[in-house]
């Protein structure tokens, strides 16, 4: 709850198109400040994967490179 957009912007992942998306908010459930970020990839045939990532805000620097490594790590079939 209590979320707003911080970032939004197009980008390449891995090649294809993608989007990402970071939004601060507050846990429903505990009332913590957390960051989420999604990422939209693009690939061929209509097809599109949607990936999200959540944590508390202070640990934000180290999870969101952790994130990007999951994220790079899928790959369509």
Do not use: C, K, Y
Not at 18 to 26: H, K, L, Q, Y
Not at 33 to 44: E, H, I, K, R
């Amino acid at each position: 709850r209590d979320a707003h957009i911080t970032m939004s912007e197009p980008m390449r992942i891995n090649g294809s198109p993608g989007f990402e998306t970071r939004i601060d908010a507050t846990n429903a459930q505990t009332n913590a400040p957390v960051t989420v970020v999604q990422w939209l990839v693009f690939g061929s045939a209509n097809t599109a994967m949607r990936l999200i990532g959540s944590t508390p805000r202070d640990e934000w620097s180290t999870a969101f490179p952790r994130f990007r490594a999951v994220r790079d790590g899928i790959q369509p079939r």
